[in-house]
Nanobody, 125 residues
């Protein structure tokens, strides 16, 4: 298991930007695929972005492609989500997650065994 702590959420106007950070501790960080998920009130948790163990492979939900960028720094055991051109529909609690299925670039929350506590992102219109 790896322990995850998110930070960087907040209130921003539509069109603005935010950068979320995920600090990891515990077992070897580079052994995990990292993902970002979000959950809006009354909705199911949904995949946002993922990144392979060495950062070479990134993948995104269609709704954020071209606006969000996921990255990681294995030396610092950190993952990031840079969000630009934010829309009110991006509002929700954002969660960082880790999957030990290192050869599967999964979008399924079930495949992610470690989760942070979440950070709130609110985009006003």
């Amino acid at each position: 298991q790896v322990q995850l702590v998110e930070s960087g959420g907040g209130l921003v106007q539509a069109g603005g930007s935010l950068r979320l950070s995920c600090a990891a501790s515990g077992r070897t960080f580079s052994s995990y695929v990292m993902g970002w998920f979000r959950q809006a009130p009354g909705k199911e948790r949904e995949f946002v972005a993922g990144i392979g163990w060495n950062g070479a492979n990134t993948y995104y939900a269609d709704s954020v492609k071209g606006r969000f960028t996921i990255s990681r720094d294995n030396a610092k055991t950190m993952a990031y989500l840079q969000m630009t051109s934010l829309e009110p529909e991006d509002t929700g609690v954002y969660y960082c997650a880790a999957s030990s299925l290192v050869f599967r670039l999964s979008r399924n929350p079930v495949d992610f065994g470690s989760w942070g506590q979440g950070t709130q992102v609110t985009v006003s219109s």
